[in-house]
């Protein structure tokens, strides 16, 4: 095959395919898969449309975060949980079972009966001191006042909600979160997140208790302190829960 055809035929694959580039010998295979498909597509009208994702299922952090999340919510075993930041992505397995209640600075309407959307900014939250069971904010503290959503500029905005977050945590509540960490120097990675340090992450759940944490590798999955982030710009994830000192929302429950 000389250069030019060479060069063709790779880069004809490259803009064709989306998704993994495929192995010379899949694009063979393909090929002749292709001839066969054209010769009886079984009446489907055909088109090449190629892509190649064989091999291990692949995952993202945020199957480990909302791994974390579910586990946590369902040893606190809440009525009720308030989810800042949301789309409602995360949230999504969950959101049949609870009282769900999202505010984000973005407008979008409830799918379910038991849930309830509120629009707003998180820095300022509706809602009386002490009044919610449990409190969720999967990848959402990190973008508060930046600007990237529509909210306002403010670039204490992480600090403003999460000073809200846990006056409105009842004693007794739990928090989940998660955010971008580094072992290296905390980074603003304006407009798009900023990438916490421990001494930050601890210092916006003051007045909370850390029950339990994890740290996600972008690349591997769950891993440990040593396997964080300290490359410039790069991060991982710090998966946290915090609790208010009291009793259990679930426990006054029982005792009732
Ligand atoms: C990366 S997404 C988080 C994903 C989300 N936890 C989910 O449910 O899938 C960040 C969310 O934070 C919201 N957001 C950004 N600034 C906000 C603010 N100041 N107050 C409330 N929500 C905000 C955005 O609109 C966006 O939906």
Same mark, same amino acid.
């Given at each position: 095959?000389?250069?030019?055809? #060479?060069?063709?035929e790779?880069?004809?694959?490259?803009?064709?395919?989306?998704?993994?580039?495929?192995?010379?010998?899949?694009?063979?295979?393909?090929?002749r898969? %292709?001839?066969?498909?054209?010769?009886? &597509?079984?009446?489907?009208?055909?088109?090449?449309?190629?892509?190649?994702?064989?091999?291990?299922? &692949?995952?993202?952090?945020?199957?480990?975060?909302?791994?974390?999340?579910?586990?946590?919510?369902?040893?606190?075993?809440?009525?009720?949980?308030?989810?800042?930041?949301?789309?409602?992505? #995360?949230?999504?397995?969950?959101?049949?079972?609870?009282?769900?209640?999202?505010?984000?600075?973005?407008?979008?309407? &409830?799918? #379910?009966?038991?849930?309830k !959307?509120?629009?707003?900014?998180?820095?300022?939250?509706p809602?009386?001191?002490?009044? !919610?069971?449990?409190l969720? /904010?999967?990848?959402?503290?990190?973008h508060?006042?930046?600007?990237?959503?529509? @909210?306002?500029?403010?670039?204490?905005g992480d600090?403003?909600?999460?000073?809200?977050?846990?006056?409105?945590?009842? &004693?007794?509540?739990?928090?989940?979160?998660?955010?971008?960490?580094?072992?290296?120097?905390?980074?603003?990675? #304006?407009?798009?997140?900023?990438?916490? @340090?421990?001494?930050?992450? @601890? /210092?916006?759940? /003051?007045?909370?208790?850390?029950?339990?944490?994890?740290?996600?590798?972008?690349?591997t999955?769950?891993?440990?302190l040593?396997?964080?982030?300290?490359?410039?710009?790069?991060?991982?994830?710090?998966?946290?829960? %915090?609790?208010?000192?009291?009793?259990?929302?679930?426990?006054?429950?029982?005792?009732?």
């Amino acid at each position: 095959m000389n250069l030019r055809r #060479f060069l063709s035929e790779v880069l004809g694959w490259h803009r064709a395919v989306s998704g993994r580039q495929p192995t010379a010998a899949e694009r063979s295979e393909f090929a002749r898969q %292709w001839r066969e498909v054209k010769r009886d &597509p079984r009446g489907f009208r055909v088109i090449s449309k190629p892509r190649f994702d064989a091999g291990s299922h &692949p995952e993202g952090f945020y199957d480990f975060e909302q791994e974390f999340a579910a586990t946590q919510v369902a040893r606190a075993r809440p009525r009720a949980i308030l989810d800042i930041g949301s789309y409602r992505g #995360f949230l999504t397995g969950l959101a049949a079972g609870y009282d769900l209640t999202t505010l984000d600075v973005r407008e979008r309407s &409830p799918r #379910f009966e038991r849930e309830k !959307v509120l629009t707003g900014d998180a820095r300022s939250l509706p809602l009386p001191d002490g009044s !919610v069971e449990c409190l969720i /904010a999967l990848c959402a503290i990190e973008h508060f006042g930046l600007g990237r959503y529509g @909210d306002p500029f403010d670039l204490d905005g992480d600090v403003r909600a999460c000073r809200e977050m846990v006056r409105v945590l009842r &004693p007794g509540g739990l928090l989940v979160a998660s955010l971008p960490f580094t072992r290296g120097p905390a980074t603003l990675a #304006f407009n798009s997140h900023r990438i916490y @340090d421990r001494e930050r992450i @601890d /210092a916006l759940f /003051a007045g909370l208790r850390l029950r339990d944490h994890a740290y996600v590798s972008l690349r591997t999955g769950l891993c440990t302190l040593d396997q964080v982030e300290d490359r410039p710009g790069k991060w991982s994830v710090f998966c946290g829960a %915090w609790a208010k000192d009291g009793p259990p929302a679930s426990q006054e429950r029982v005792e009732q």
